[in-house]
């Protein structure tokens, strides 16, 4: 993703939900508005240090000029959450991306079970809104490690019709997610928004029960790092510097391009296949998709970079 597709935006406003997580409220400078949003999208966040992350928005959509993300501060993450709890203040500048729909409402269901695991919960603020709006029926479990880190408690205790289910592990209350996906009534679809394990315990429970045409899985990890940094040897030709990087065993297709020598600026988030910051435009050739955030259509003309490989030689508009 390149930086003129970042819309120039400033901090209205902070607020502390918990302890560990921070609501952001930001406002475009140079337009009106922001780009619509489908409930369930995600946008790239560059911080006014550099860093860019991937955050969904949690915020209604009634203000079109208002885009709202939460982040929890991770101590052992990669710095971006520590960035914004630590060294951002209401009136910086921010840059964000236009919105990309990664767990929208099905648009054959009306009635919705949604499983949140942590922060993975702010998808779930704008889809029960838009369940409401829509007269659906919506059913929220929300897992925490502590109840004090329920941090979007009260805002989704005031949506309307919205039934929650809250399971505090320091509170010995479990989410069994096997009995809510085999729970499921035929009309419902399932939306799961977490940590790795909660969507590999979807996942399988969704296979076991043949469910997995209503199971909408969205991860904010991906690939670790010693899978996305590995795979077959293949070469990459870079259509417009006319060049050949060799990609080898050891390295994504992301670090070769940066290594190359070409002075080439790609963008990256997660490092994982989640967020699509890497990606880049795919002319031909063989590409073996390993990401989670492009659909089949997408991946036909693109390519994920920090966890995506080829076979034999893929030509990348670069
Ligand atoms: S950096 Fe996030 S998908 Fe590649």
Request: aromatic residues 6%; glycine residues 10%.
């Amino acid at each position: 993703m390149t930086k003129k597709l970042l819309i120039a935006s400033r901090i209205e406003r902070i607020e502390h939900l918990s302890a560990q997580v921070k609501r952001f409220s930001v406002r475009p400078v140079h337009r009106p508005t922001f780009p619509d949003t489908t409930p369930g999208s995600h946008v790239l966040v560059r911080h006014k240090n550099g860093l860019l992350r991937s955050y969904s928005l949690c915020g209604g959509t009634e203000d079109p000029g208002l885009y709202q993300f939460a982040v929890l501060r991770e101590t052992d993450g990669k710095g971006g959450s520590v960035a914004f709890h630590d060294n951002t203040a209401e009136g910086d500048s921010i840059h964000v991306s236009y919105p990309t729909a990664s767990l929208p409402l099905h648009p054959e269901a009306n009635s919705h079970v949604f499983i949140a695991g942590g922060i993975g919960v702010t998808p779930f603020v704008p889809l029960a809104l838009a369940a409401q709006q829509r007269g659906h029926s919506a059913t929220l479990h929300y897992a925490v490690r502590t109840a004090s880190a329920a941090a979007f408690k009260p805002t989704l205790q005031a949506i309307p019709r919205l039934a929650m289910e809250l399971y505090a592990s320091d509170q010995n209350q479990r989410l069994d997610v096997a009995a809510v996906v085999s729970g499921l009534a035929p009309e419902q679809h399932l939306y799961v928004c977490g940590p790795p394990r909660l969507l590999d315990a979807a996942g399988k429970a969704a296979q076991a029960a043949g469910l997995n045409g209503r199971v909408h899985l969205e991860s904010f990890s991906g690939l670790d790092a010693a899978e996305a940094n590995s795979g077959d040897p293949f070469t990459a030709y870079l259509s417009l510097s006319k060049r050949t990087v060799d990609v080898p065993a050891n390295k994504s297709l992301l670090q070769a391009l940066r290594s190359s020598g070409s002075g080439l600026d790609v963008d990256s988030s997660c490092e994982g296949g989640v967020c699509g910051a890497c990606r880049v435009t795919l002319l031909g050739g063989d590409a073996v998709h390993r990401d989670i955030c492009l659909t089949p259509r997408e991946r036909e003309q693109n390519i994920i970079t920090c966890v995506s490989r080829g076979k034999g030689t893929i030509t990348l508009h670069l």
